[in-house]
């Protein structure tokens, strides 16, 4: 089958490609910098060069984005969104393209995908789920995160208002929990031919495949880990917000089963390979030799700890997690170019 990968070009979806090119799968990936994309044709998609196409979406907010795209295709995996914290407007710079890129995506797939198409999978995040909790507290697929869509709204309301400017997280927040609310609601209301479901990673590690030309351009998530690597850090800090991890590879794999598995229609997936604390993370690349321009004392602070329920992902998708000794591990040999 053909499967449409958008935001080909990103940490995600370059792996959830190759995952499909592996299998056997012929994938055509949308991207607004070709060259990205065709850095992925002659380097790690090279051995499956010819069943790898690109498409062009420059923007993936204008009407009719994914118009030409979408022909055509057996199935679809939408990953390409914002995720950075450079935000001057929550609105301009994330909320609206994660919610129209998504629109515009389902739009394009009932209308001009054909009667092929059997299963659109979004690529959510835990942060469409995660609210403030008790320490102690175990997420799963059930929960909402109301709380960041409440700070977007009211910043919406009153946008002038400095006491309703919002965190960039919490906006980074608010685009994912709406980005997926606005795919129940496409379902509910447009009742489209094809099949959805959606899947919601935590923090996500792992090597890196894609093209990244410098350090700065290193995706978010491993820019996170790789702060520690590098020694940009001045010590670990880790906050109070819920930590957990997933390996790249294995939020790729959570992709293609939801495409192919029967059962996966119609829910969600929190993807979790486990909680972590930035301590625990020092620790791994301190024993491997991993921490080049720095060291770091052991913090003693005391860090809440959080459940995170993956019987879904791992009963009806198979999903076995890798370890976040090798994730770390992995994740620090792919960006030593960097350093
Ligand atoms: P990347 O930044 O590597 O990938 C983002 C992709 O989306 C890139 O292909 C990027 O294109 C594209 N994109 C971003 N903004 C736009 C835009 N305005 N118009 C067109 N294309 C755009 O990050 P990830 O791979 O980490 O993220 C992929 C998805 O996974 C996102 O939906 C993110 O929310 C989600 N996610 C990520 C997690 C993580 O920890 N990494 C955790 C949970 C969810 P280009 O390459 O040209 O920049």
């Known amino acids: 089958g053909l499967i449409l990968v958008t935001g080909v070009t990103g940490y995600i979806a370059s792996w959830t490609a190759l995952k499909l090119l592996e299998q056997g799968y012929k994938v055509r990936g949308t991207a607004r910098t070709l060259s990205k994309a065709e850095y992925l044709k002659t380097g790690p998609f090279a051995k499956y060069a010819s069943n790898f196409e690109i498409a062009e ?28 914290y450079r935000v001057a407007d929550a609105y301009v710079d994330l909320i609206n393209p994660a919610v129209n890129g998504t629109v ?37 697929e059930t929960q909402w995160n109301q709380h960041s869509v409440n700070l977007a709204e009211a910043f919406k309301a009153d946008p002038t208002n400095p006491s309703k400017q919002i965190p960039a ?8 929990a709406l ?5 129940w ?23 890196v495949i894609h093209s990244v030309k410098d350090a700065e351009s290193i995706n978010t998530s491993v820019f ?3 702060k520690y690597i590098a020694g940009l850090n001045p010590k670990v800090e880790e906050g109070a917000a819920p930590k957990a991890f997933v390996d790249v590879r294995d939020v790729a794999d959570a992709h293609v ?9 119609g829910q969600r997936f929190l993807n979790v390979g486990g909680p972590f604390t930035w301590g625990e993370v020092v620790e791994v690349l301190r024993k491997h030799n991993k921490l080049t321009k720095n060291d770091y004392p052991p913090t003693g602070e005391v860090v809440p700890t959080y459940g995170y329920n993956t019987t879904k ?13 090798d994730s770390v591990l992995a994740t620090a040999d792919s960006v030593e170019a960097f350093l």
């Open 257 to 265: 089963r939801a495409l192919e598995v029967e059962e996966a229609k």
């Open 57 to 84: 979406v420059a923007d993936l907010e204008d009407d009719g984005a994914f118009n030409e795209a979408v022909k055509g295709v057996d199935g679809i995996a939408h990953i390409a969104s914002p995720f950075h």
């Open 169 to 176: 997280n919490e906006a980074y927040r608010a685009s994912k």
């Open 313 to 325: 992902s791992k009963e009806v998708l198979g999903l076995k997690y890798t370890s976040l000794e």
């Open 224 to 226: 996170l880990l790789y």
């Open 179 to 183: 980005a997926e609310r606005s795919l």
């Open 104 to 140: 515009n995506l389902l739009k394009a797939a009932k209308e001009f995908a054909g009667p092929h198409l059997k299963r659109v999978v979004i690529t959510s995040s835990f942060a469409a789920i995660v609210e403030p909790q008790e320490p102690g507290h175990t997420f799963d």
């Open 185 to 207: 609601d496409f379902v509910k209301t447009e009742k489209p031919s094809f099949e959805v479901a959606a899947i919601n990673p935590v923090f996500v590690f792992g090597p």
